[in-house]
């Protein structure tokens, strides 16, 4: 099975060596029929502290690095 891949915001960088990343989906309400925006927020491992608040980033699922971090950074997307 592939791995999942997401992109979303940087919204935090405090911790050493993880980002917190916001992913926002857009879907259609069953009954109602109305499109929703649903956030949510992911953390990933960021090796290198090279990413920044507000950066627009590509992270893809990976092996658990900590007991809320399962995803890890590919790269900036556009």
């Known amino acids: 099975m592939p791995k999942k891949i997401l992109n979303g915001i940087v919204v935090s960088d405090k911790p050493n060596k ?3 990343v916001m992913v926002e989906r857009k879907y259609q309400h069953p009954v109602l029929k ?3 925006k649903a956030r949510k927020k992911y953390n990933a491992h960021d090796e290198d502290n090279k990413f920044k608040i507000g ?3 590509s992270i893809r699922e990976s092996r ?3 007991k809320n971090k399962k995803f890890e950074v590919i ?3 556009k």
């Open 18 to 20: 993880t980002i917190t």
């Open 34 to 36: 109305k499109v929703l």
């Open 55 to 57: 950066d627009k980033v």
């Open 64 to 66: 658990p690095y900590s």
């Open 75 to 77: 790269g900036e997307s």
